[in-house]
């Protein structure tokens, strides 16, 4: 290894063209506030690019998350029923409002929720209402990488028990499930533009709906529930979550390269599946009649059918500056959710054993890619 090499991350932000000009406005006008011409532009902007009735901009993916369940009147003693293999913001939501996670495993294709098992946790739930007392107030599933959910099977099982869909649409902003945009398939959806994900405002999220009372609530209970009066009056619990202007500003420059970033991550990502067709690793792909497009947020592989140990190659491509990661250990096996229920079998678990994340990062150059594919092949030839 030379000294000299530069780090490739996994993720990195990667901004347009017209970010600064947008602070700069800010900063010209004294907008530094939660509040202003940015955030009203960006909340537009998602609108429309989402083909969405309403937006709130937020502080996190979060707090978007947090407030959808707020609205959707969780409460303790409540049970959420949230696809387990994820990153702790989509659980740690659900624990904010004293709810229990109730934890699904995924289905092989997408890696995202399984509707069979969610079909049981419901019915199993429901069945026995002394031992489980509480309300189901929401189904959560996620995106992950990009990829989107079964979202049919899930939509139809939210109908059928009448039990309304959060999407944590976090990590798939872009992609599309039969030309609907993630996010807005389900009663609210939630995004994210924390630092690594497609598009950064640094740290911010944001909820969306076509129901215009629950985006107001969203922006109420955003700024501390304050009352419509000339002094401070509250008459509930409300939380400091809304995105800053300057950070908005962020936000509307990278909305306008978002379609070339998704372009950018979905053409590395056929490199690393040109690179690996002949090796037995597998990837996230739609079911049979469904027309997805994963925004490819991260390049994410199951080593389970090839030679290959994820570890060795993470070790070895690690020692050449090159950062890789393993999949999201699922909530179900993380010591801080150890007593919440789960439904399912092995997937998500097996999974995270044998999965690994690829530099994904839509501003990689080709000698980037050079690098990662001369590590890759050592890596192998090593282990062989
Ligand atoms: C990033 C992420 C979140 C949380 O978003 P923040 O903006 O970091 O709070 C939630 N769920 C998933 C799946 C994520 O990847």
């Not at 019915?123 to 509480?134: A, C, V, W």
Request: charged residues 20%; aromatic residues 10%.
């Amino acid at each position: 290894m030379s000294p000299t090499k530069e780090k490739i991350w996994l993720s990195s932000p990667h901004m347009g063209h017209r970010e600064l000009e947008y602070v700069k406005e800010a900063f010209a006008t004294n907008w530094i506030a939660p509040l202003g011409p940015n955030v009203n532009g960006f909340e537009a902007e998602l609108q429309e690019y989402n083909n969405i009735g309403h937006a709130a901009a937020l502080s996190s993916g979060t707090a978007a998350l947090h407030l959808a369940l707020i609205i959707l009147d969780t409460q303790p003693g409540d049970y959420v029923l949230c696809q387990s293999f994820t990153f702790c913001g989509s659980a740690n939501a659900i624990h904010y409002t004293g709810a229990q996670p109730v934890f699904i495993d995924s289905e092989p294709h997408s890696w995202n929720l399984d509707p069979n098992a969610l079909e049981e946790a419901i019915q199993t739930i429901r069945n026995d209402s002394e031992k489980f007392p509480g309300t189901i107030r929401a189904i959560m599933p996620v995106h992950l990488y990009g990829m989107p959910a079964a979202m049919d099977d899930i939509l139809a099982i939210s109908k059928k028990y009448g039990i309304p869909v959060v999407e944590d649409a976090a990590e798939s902003l872009g992609a599309t499930y039969k030309g609907i945009k993630t996010g807005t398939l389900g009663d609210l959806g939630a995004y994210s533009f924390n630092g690594n994900k497609i598009i950064t405002t640094s740290g911010g999220g944001a909820l969306v709906s076509n129901n215009s009372n629950w985006i107001e609530k969203a922006r109420f209970l955003a700024t501390q529930a304050r009352d419509p009066a000339p002094h401070y009056q509250h008459t509930e619990i409300g939380y400091n979550y809304r995105l800053s202007n300057v950070l908005a500003g962020i936000g509307r420059g990278q909305l306008e390269v978002l379609d070339e970033r998704i372009q950018q991550r979905k053409r590395v990502f056929e490199t690393y599946t040109n690179w690996f067709l002949n090796w037995g690793l597998e990837w996230q792909a739609q079911t049979e009649n469904e027309k997805t497009m994963s925004n490819r947020w991260l390049s994410a592989f199951d080593l389970g059918r090839s030679t290959w140990s994820p570890d060795h190659i993470r070790h070895a491509l690690e020692k050449e500056q090159i950062e890789c990661r393993p999949l999201w250990k699922p909530m179900h096996l993380q010591p801080v959710f150890a007593d919440c229920m789960y439904f399912g079998g092995n997937v998500a678990e097996r999974l995270f054993e044998n999965g690994l994340c690829f530099p994904s990062g839509s501003n990689l150059t080709g000698e980037d890619m050079g690098r990662i594919e001369r590590a890759i092949k050592q890596s192998i030839n090593e282990s062989s």
